[in-house]
Structures are given as C-alpha cells and as structure tokens.
Nanobody
Framework: QVQLVESGGGLVQSEGSLRLSCAAS????????MGWYRQAPGKQRELVAS???????NYADFVRGRFTISRDNAKNTVYLQMNSLKPEDTAVYYC???????????????WGQGIQVTVSS
C-alpha cells in the first residue's frame, strides 16, 4: 500500500519560516501530481500548492509569493518552503499525491496523515 509521510511542521512565530517534506513509499509506478492542502478549524480543506511531474506549479492566491513547492521525482518527495508565515496560516497541512500504481492501472489519490503548523503572533 502507498503511504505518504510528512515532516517539518511545528510552532513558529509570525514572519518565520518552515519547510515541510512529504515522502511517498510503497508500490508506485508514477506520481502524476503532488501537493499540499490545509485545513483550519471550522474551515474546509483547501489547496495550498501543487506540482506536476514536469515541474509546473499551481498556488493558492493567499500563499503566492510566500510559499514555494518543489519535488524530487527520484525520491518521490514533495517539499513546501513556507516563508513570511502569518497566524492565519495555522492549520493541519496534508500531503496529497495522485499516483498510478501500475502501467495499466487507474490513478488514485492518496493522503498523508497531516501535520500541524502553528504560527503565533
């Protein structure tokens, strides 16, 4: 079974930085897209940023210019560099990947367990 393991979260002061990592492991033929979502209390889960295998990226407006997503295809790993963090960035951040497990298999979406990011004033 495919697993996504996140690391790098924690507590940081406003205007600080954190770097999140997510490594996919298991039976993987191809990872089509990888990305990060977040969910704050009382709010819907929302896309933060995503990246395709070829390197094209997509960012939510509220993080554009502050966050940078990247991936290492050889390591099946995606990163999220978060700079100029704000208290409103506080949320559980979830790694997500669209993964094809075999050459003739349909792609499936997988989620990490989530990692807490807390930004204090």
């Amino acid at each position: 079974q495919v697993q996504l393991v996140e690391s790098g979260g924690g507590l940081v002061q406003s205007e600080g930085s954190l770097r999140l990592s997510c490594a996919a492991s298991g039976s993987i033929f191809s990872i089509i897209t990888m990305g990060w979502y977040r969910q704050a209390p009382g709010k819907q889960r929302e896309l933060v940023a995503s990246i395709a295998r070829g390197g094209s990226t997509n960012y939510a407006d509220f993080v554009r210019g502050r966050f940078t997503i990247s991936r290492d295809n050889a390591k099946n790993t995606v990163y999220l560099q978060m700079n100029s963090l704000k208290p409103e960035d506080t949320a559980v951040y979830y790694c997500n990947a669209l993964i094809q497990r075999g050459s003739d298999a349909f792609a499936g979406r997988y989620w990490g367990q989530g990692i807490q990011v807390t930004v204090s004033s």
